[in-house]
């Protein structure tokens, strides 16, 4: 209502500045694209509630592992298009699920409990390439707020949830060269990476990795909390990373 709104002034006043209709073209293409721009402004992640109290077959409990560190879910402009990412240290693994269509025999014979049919991929990685991840995720997580809460809905719907333990923070389709974009964007290429079971694909992310770890934890509004849950978990694991303050 306020885009439309917002719109609907500029209108107006293009109209009783009796401007030719070029100038009022360029001028309204200059005003879309000014809040292009303001919908671009995806600088960190909103707090999300994690999932809780979600049926068996919700697809958060069904694509993402529960005992993983870290986490992420992308859900689509459709139901079906899903995918959930999930990392275990304990197997250095990585798992991917996607959601997909059932076949002609399943839906036949469709049970709650099979729902949502998925295909599922794991791939072994580093412990170097863990913490990197870990780091990042944990970063974008505890730097998230409430600042970009009242964004304008875009087209495409697309929402991104990112968790760490029992804290999670989404984004909902953000610009490509926003922090959150470019968040997603590594999200999705060691989605990727873990689909086509190519695991020297994240070593060419890590330079990025490490350089939005940086700008998010310059978001800290103070220093890592020695006593959290978090930073406990970091610890545990050794995580080389500078997400909580350890350093190995």
Known sequence: MKLVCFLLHKFLFLKRAKLTTMKRILLIIAILLGVVDMNAQHLLLMPYPHGQSLSANHPEN??????????????????????????????????????????PEEAKVFSANEYPWHNKYEMKITKEQADALFSLFTSAVYSSNYIDSDRIPTA?????????????????????????????????????????????????????????????????????????????????????????????
């Open 62 to 103: 069904v694509l993402l592992k529960y005992s993983s560190q870290f986490t992420y879910m992308e859900t689509g402009s459709f139901e079906y298009e899903i995918r959930g990412l999930s990392f275990d240290y304990s197997s250095m693994t990585l798992t991917l699920c996607e959601t997909r269509d059932p076949t």
């Open 156 to 248: 495409d719907g697309c929402f991104y949830q990112f968790s760490v333990s029992h804290y999670s923070a989404a984004t909902t389709s953000p610009g490509s060269k926003t922090n959150c974009g470019r968040l997603v964007s590594i999200a999705r290429k060691v989605c990727q990476s873990v689909k086509s079971q190519n695991p020297e694909n994240i070593n060419t992310l890590m330079n990025e990795i490490k350089d939005l770890t940086d700008i998010f934890i310059s978001y800290y509004p103070f220093d890592f909390n020695k006593g959290s849950i978090m930073y406990h978990i970091h610890k545990e694991y050794k995580v080389k990373g500078p997400s909580v303050g350890l350093k190995y």
